[in-house]
């Protein structure tokens, strides 16, 4: 399997001319905050002042994970499948906000311990029936977690979009993100576990211990590809092979929450630029993922107090970038308003 190579997207030149478009509008400098250095952003990895948002889409991925026998979650692993029904059924607060903001909506079949047969809307490239139980034996092997990476870019090669947003379904899977952010970054696994579908102070205790357990039990694994394999999920390193051709292609990245900030800290380990390429749409209210996006130097664009998932928090951020490219595209200039730089 070929990892793809994601170029940086500084460029001086560009940069210049993109900061002059923004200063010229009407408008005090910086007076748009965070909405300029998006627009900024946008130009630098579409290579053009002239930016667009062409067919946004949204990419969830669901599997399910072995180490729910260890008694991490508060729900019952049914509980994927039958959210990926409701996906289906177009009952899901992804689905209602997708919806609302004209953004297409793709369900992966990645690893679900359930057999849905063929079904409208369901993209399968299930693997297996979910992973192994990661506090006895990895997760997965190398062979299956580098097919799930190609599935992944497999996947974004066929989109025809230039922004897409991730998202995900899996019980079990904040426990295995947050032993994939402890082995990646280094932070105490303490701070890494928080209380995924409602744990109580006792659950996320008992979590804690499984996943420190699991780290020593697997030590050797150390490169970003066998933390992967070892303590990862279907589903997330499904994502993070979308995320590495999504940016290849240089597309914007949209990222959610914690499970899919997870996916990427492996994405960007593999290839450091890729995060040129990310827009992180929110700071999610699952314990570890504000340290998370300060491990990779991010600024999310919303602070909802969310913590559900599906990629939620891109179709809410999707408006921001709309209006960011739609400031740049159609805010008159200084000059053709003849107003005074110094008035505004």
Request: hydrophobic share 50%.
């Amino acid at each position: 399997m070929s990892i793809p190579t994601i170029a940086a997207t500084s460029n001086d030149v560009l940069a210049a001319s993109l900061d002059q478009a923004i200063n010229n509008k009407t408008k005090p400098l910086g007076s748009l905050g965070v909405l300029e250095s998006l627009a900024k952003q946008i130009g630098l990895i579409q290579q053009t002042s002239k930016i667009a948002l062409h067919q946004p889409a949204i990419m969830v991925f669901a599997g399910d994970h072995g180490v729910v026998a260890e008694g991490i979650s508060a729900y019952p692993q049914d509980v994927t499948w039958q959210m990926v029904e409701n996906f289906l059924a177009k009952g899901a607060a992804i689905n209602v906000f997708a919806q609302q903001n004209n953004c297409a909506l793709h369900i992966i079949d990645a690893g679900v311990n359930h057999d849905f047969g063929p079904r409208d809307g369901l993209i399968d490239r299930k693997l297996a029936k979910g992973t192994q139980n990661f506090a006895q034996q990895p997760a997965m092997s190398r062979q299956i977690c580098a097919a799930a990476l190609a599935s992944g870019m497999a996947l974004v090669a066929e989109l025809d979009a230039n922004v897409l947003g991730f998202g995900e379904m899996g019980i079990g899977n904040t426990t295995a993100a947050a032993a994939l952010m402890h082995k990646l970054t280094g932070i105490a696994v303490a701070d890494c576990v928080g209380a995924g579908t409602g744990l109580s102070s006792d659950g996320i205790r008992h979590k804690q211990r499984v996943i420190e357990a699991a780290v020593t039990r697997h030590a050797s694994a150390t490169e970003p590809l066998d933390v992967l394999a070892t303590f990862g999920g279907l589903e997330i390193a499904m994502m993070a092979g979308a995320m590495l051709k999504a940016a290849e292609r240089r597309m914007v990245l949209l990222i959610d929450g914690f499970i899919v900030t997870s996916a990427l800290l492996v994405a960007a380990r593999l290839q450091p630029a890729i995060l040129d390429y990310c827009v992180f749409s929110h700071c999610s209210d699952e314990s570890g993922h504000k340290r998370m996006l300060a491990n990779l130097h991010a600024s999310p664009l919303l602070q909802l107090g969310l913590r559900l998932g599906e990629g939620t928090g891109c179709a809410l951020a999707l408006p921001l970038l709309h209006a960011s490219v739609n400031f740049l595209n159609h805010m008159a200039t200084f000059e053709s308003a003849q107003v005074s730089e110094k008035a505004a």
